[in-house]
């Protein structure tokens, strides 16, 4: 009882240092740092209900919100830019800040918890908790409205439920094993929630219940396999089907609250724009009707379907021979000979405005200007030889091409017997006698076609990038279109959506989007400069009182860390190639913590870090983040071992018995140069965060010769350096060179 009662002691001392330090100036600068200008400008759509895109999914902006509106923010700030005020528009920016500082100040006690739950004493847990109380990374990381704080929290949550519950493997199926398996899988999607690198620490877990269920089918266990399917679907329960419902509430969630239109619905299919009030197509989108004159507009290049008289050449410069037709091309800007009429292909009646186009109904496209029909033949295209060329066909003709005139209308997302409509009627226009379809792309024709955009027929019909839709129903001033009739322009009503179908169109625009996050930045780093602190991000700067926040960490924490990971490595391999020579290097009781305890950190170490390896997208170091959290773990252990389990233990042979001996389990058992030794890297780790501290706070008027003695790596791109550095970072850096990493984050 005494032992946990100093244990809650340490663990709350080490929360209320977290807070003082993450608290501390927490209202400086008052200025949009970083990427609060995307972050802070959610929560305001959320507090607005205006419908927002973003690449992360919505629960750790959802709480922005929450507590935006909870301090009283009102929604109007629109976050433009680094540097924009807070105080001149009274932002309640410091309450919104006071969230992530929360989160990041309960995250080190959560790390000493992992580490007393694992059975390490309390000061080997107190050093691991050390590691990340007194980094410069995390401070300046959790006090800015940014997922990161959220993010580490629910992940090292997740770590601290998967260790509860693996405790209590031999009271299976018990209340409180089912509540810690279930609150491992909250935790979980909770992660996942926050950032899709959430998916990592899904990974970590995942790969120690395979483990563990790996054990548990060995016959030596004693489980019968039904016994062993019962331990397996629970598992499945827990840490798959419940943290998938927790996962989709929150995009339940993100729905409900953002009911409005908003800068985000142009990212999404019509029939989702359409369940948003005030959205243009839900407002404007007409039923298309044959005999209809309207214009058509590709979707992803944004080009009006043109012709013009001028014909294609005989010969274009590869010698290959043309069919001297009129050119069919894309056109960017409104122009009359963007027109079209709609014209049936079955007998309709000749009164009224006419009948309804519908999905798949056949079609013609009678070019108004010209009179001539859009037509596809048998002939390469201009620019792409596997491609049809699209041209016109006039029926006074000799020859008749009826035939080749002929398209049918594909709406996308549409059964039978839908309307087809302007704006929201996204379509392809499939040829009926080649099954090509309507197709366009960036490159231009030559001169003789103005350097327009090529128009083809693409042989796949279902070619996802040949999507159209109906910009305008023709009409004049008076709503009649060119044929006299009138448009009518009906009340619209919001529509519903299944949520299901909402939720997966999100989803994989959330990840076609991260993945095409490719450009450029000046503080995107490699995952192998991280470990390391190679380089750190201008997160913002002033000139008139030549102060900045940079984020890097502490050097003292991330080199020890990686050290940590090295000696761990190094430890297991050697004692692996040992044993392959019949040498018992470490007895087996202490091999078995190392494998079970720092080598589950080290597999979360290694899940949150080399998968970056794989990505081609934008990548900075604070996604080092939780894989930091994962090496303080293994920082820990390793410390552990050296001041209490590699001394004096002997080297045997595999048939030699290793000597009993008592593990130390408290505080008590570390002896006092062992304590001594932690209490003094503590002081090391807390002296060299005030020493970078000014770069995490932003401290104004600091003198080019004190920048320059805080860069500690000549990697390090400080801004006000004295000008010896000038080469290096120039003193008049402004807040408008530092670009935001936008959704990139």
């Given amino acids: 009882m005494e032992t946990l009662r100093f244990s809650w002691i340490i663990a709350g001392a080490l929360f209320v240092m977290a807070l003082a330090l993450r608290f501390y100036k927490i209202n400086h600068p008052d200025q949009v740092v970083f990427d609060e200008v995307h972050f802070g400008k959610f929560a305001a759509y959320y507090i607005l209900r205006e419908y927002y895109f973003d690449v992360h999914p919505p629960f750790a902006k959802l709480l922005f919100g929450l507590v935006g509106w909870f301090v009283g923010f009102d929604g109007k700030f629109d976050f433009a830019n680094i540097g924009d005020s807070y105080s001149i528009h009274q932002v309640p920016f410091v309450g919104m800040r006071a969230f992530p500082a929360f989160l990041g100040s309960a995250t080190v006690p959560i790390v000493f918890w992992i580490m007393k739950e694992s059975g390490y004493p309390t000061a080997i847990a107190a050093f691991s908790a050390a590691l990340v109380l007194f980094d410069n990374a995390h401070v300046a990381q959790t006090r800015l409205i940014l997922l990161d704080a959220a993010l580490v929290f629910f992940m090292a949550l997740s770590l601290l439920a998967y260790i509860k519950f693996r405790k209590l493997r031999y009271h299976e199926f018990s209340p409180a094993w089912w509540g810690w398996l279930f609150a491992t899988g909250t935790f979980l999607a909770c992660t996942l929630g926050c950032k899709m690198v959430g998916l990592f620490t899904f990974l970590t877990v995942g790969i120690a219940v395979l483990v563990d269920l790996w054990q548990l089918l060995d016959v030596r266990k004693g489980l019968s396999i039904e016994q062993f399917y019962r331990h397996f679907a629970a598992r499945a329960l827990g840490l798959i089907v419940w943290p998938a419902i927790v996962y989709l509430s929150f995009f339940w969630a993100h729905f409900k609250v953002l009911k409005f239109s908003g800068t985000g619905d142009s990212f999404m299919s019509p029939a989702f724009q359409e369940t948003l009030a005030g959205n243009e197509l839900l407002l404007n989108s007409q039923e298309i009707r044959y005999y209809d004159t309207i214009t058509l507009k590709h979707k992803d290049t944004k080009v009006f379907l043109h012709s013009h008289e001028e014909l294609y050449p005989l010969r274009y410069e590869d010698g290959r021979i043309s069919s001297q037709g009129q050119q069919v091309t894309g056109y960017p800007h409104n122009d009359t000979n963007n027109f079209w009429q709609i014209i049936p292909t079955k007998a309709l009646p000749a009164t009224g405005r006419g009948r309804i186009v519908r999905h798949k109904d056949t079609i013609q496209l009678l070019h108004a200007k010209t009179q001539s029909y859009l037509l596809t033949h048998d002939v390469a295209s201009p620019l792409m030889p596997t491609n049809q060329e699209f041209t016109t066909w006039y029926p006074d003709e000799e020859n008749s091409r009826y035939a080749d005139t002929l398209f049918t209308v594909d709406v996308l997302e549409a059964n039978e017997g839908d309307p087809w409509k302007s704006k929201s009627g996204h379509f392809r226009l499939v040829h009926v006698p080649t099954k090509v379809c309507l197709w366009t792309h960036a490159k231009a024709l030559p001169d003789w076609a103005y350097k327009q955009q090529e128009i083809n027929g693409n042989k796949n019909p279902a070619e996802r990038t040949a999507t159209w839709f109906v910009e305008d129903i023709i009409g004049d001033e008076t709503g009649e279109d060119l044929r006299g009739r009138t448009v009518k322009v009906e009340e619209k009503k919001?529509?519903?959506?299944?949520?299901?179908?909402?939720?997966?169109?999100?989803?994989?625009?959330?990840?076609?989007?991260?993945?095409?996050?490719?450009?450029?930045?000046?503080?995107?780093?490699?995952?192998?400069?991280?470990?390391?602190?190679?380089?750190?991000?201008?997160?913002?700067?002033?000139?008139?009182?030549?102060?900045?926040?940079?984020?890097?960490?502490?050097?003292?924490?991330?080199?020890?860390?990686?050290?940590?990971?090295?000696?761990?490595?190094?430890?297991?391999?050697?004692?692996?190639?040992?044993r392959r020579r019949a040498i018992n290097p470490i007895p087996d009781d202490i091999r078995n913590r190392l494998l079970n305890n720092a080598g589950f950190f080290v597999i979360a170490w290694a899940c949150h870090y080399f998968p970056f390896f794989l990505m081609s997208r934008q990548l900075f170091i604070h996604h080092y983040l939780p894989a930091h959290i994962a090496s303080a773990l293994v920082a820990g252990s390793v410390m552990n071992f050296i001041v209490t389990e590699a001394i004096d233990f002997p080297v045997s042979h595999a048939s030699a018995t290793a000597p009993a001996r008592r593990y130390p389990r408290t505080h008590t058992d570390i002896g006092s140069k062992a304590i001594a030794f932690l209490l003094g890297y503590a002081g090391l780790l807390f002296g060299l965060f005030l020493y970078i501290a000014p770069l995490t706070y932003g401290t104004p008027g600091l003198e080019g010769h004190a920048v320059n003695r805080r860069r500690l790596l000549n990697t390090w791109t400080l801004h006000f350096q004295a000008k010896e550095h000038e080469s290096i970072v120039a003193e008049d850096a402004h807040v408008s060179d530092l670009r935001p990493l936008a959704i990139l984050t």
């Avoid at 000139?543 to 080199?559: C, L, T």
Wanted: contains cysteine.
């Fill in 494 to 578: 919001v529509k519903s959506r299944n949520f299901f179908k909402k939720f997966w169109e999100l989803q994989s625009l959330m990840l076609a989007h991260n993945a095409g996050l490719t450009a450029s930045h000046p503080y995107a780093t490699g995952p192998i400069n991280w470990p390391f602190l190679i380089s750190g991000i201008s997160f913002w700067t002033e000139n008139d009182k030549k102060q900045q926040v940079y984020f890097i960490g502490n050097v003292a924490s991330w080199w020890a860390c990686s050290l940590s990971l090295a000696v761990i490595l190094g430890v297991m391999t050697t004692d692996a190639i040992a």
